[in-house]
């Protein structure tokens, strides 16, 4: 298994400019999230899915998009980059419960952005 | 919504003891337990349930007082490989996601 993958590792964009970041996990896992870790300020969740065709809002949404059509992929859009945005963003799955099973959330390498 | 941690950061000689604290003002169905090496992922290291349950592994081990909604990481007889940022995860909403504490960075010296 590869577990969770990203890409790209590092991207530089300018203000105003749109990307895709793309995570994948080859676990079957139905819940992935999406994380930016800032320094000092921990990893925080922008959004999740609990399944395909199912997303919602973590606490920091704004400027970001997801969408999930397939359980494997769950690609981070930016609609129009701002400085703001500079950070490392973390995808991460999970099994179902994760209570019952004893298990945890699995995160991906991580994706270095900047925006200038 | 975010867990508290301390202390932010501990320095520690080889072989000596740290506890790392979490706390929430939320009800809690499980807390997790990360390490994060500079310019890695976070890996796990255990998860507490609601119920009392515990997994740990190593020298590393953990409670959770759900009284006080409070996570406790106990590192005992630390190794330079120990040396990191730990974050307390923590899920309160039942939803499988996860609200992460600030982090305590901790390094190990000989």
């Known amino acids: 298994n590869a577990g969770v993958t990203q890409t790209p590792k590092f991207q530089v964009l300018k203000t105003g400019q749109s990307m895709t970041l793309q995570c994948a996990q080859d676990?079957?896992?139905?819940?992935m999230s999406w994380y930016r870790q800032d320094p000092g300020m921990g990893l925080r969740l922008i959004h999740y899915?609990?399944?395909?065709?199912?997303?919602d809002q973590g606490e920091v949404p704004n400027g970001y998009n997801v969408s999930r059509s397939t359980t494997e992929d769950f690609p981070l859009r930016l609609l129009s980059a701002a400085p703001s945005q500079t950070s490392v963003y973390f995808c991460?799955?999970?099994?179902?419960?994760?209570?019952?099973?004893?298990?945890?959330?699995?995160f991906g390498p991580g994706t270095r952005l900047t925006v200038l | 919504q975010q867990p508290v941690q301390s202390p932010q950061a501990v320095i520690l000689r080889e072989g000596e003891d740290a506890v790392i604290n979490c706390s929430s003002s939320?009800?809690?169905?499980?807390v997790h337990w990360y390490r994060q090496k500079h310019g890695e992922a976070p890996v796990f290291l255990m998860i507490?349930?609601?119920?009392?349950e515990q997994k740990g592994h190593d020298k590393i081990s953990a409670s959770f007082n759900e009284k006080k909604q409070q996570s406790s990481l106990y590192l005992t007889a630390s190794q330079l490989s120990y040396s990191g940022t730990y974050f307390c995860?923590?899920?309160?909403?039942?939803?499988?996601?996860?609200?992460f504490g600030t982090g305590t960075r901790l390094t190990v010296i000989p």
């Open positions: 676990m079957n896992h139905e819940y």
């Open positions: 995860g923590t899920d309160w909403t039942g939803a499988n996601n996860l609200f």
């Open positions: 939320k009800a809690l169905y499980s």
């Open positions: 991460a799955s999970s099994p179902a419960p994760w209570v019952a099973l004893y298990d945890t959330q699995y």
């Open positions: 899915s609990v399944g395909a065709g199912i997303t």
């Open positions: 507490l349930l609601k119920g009392g």
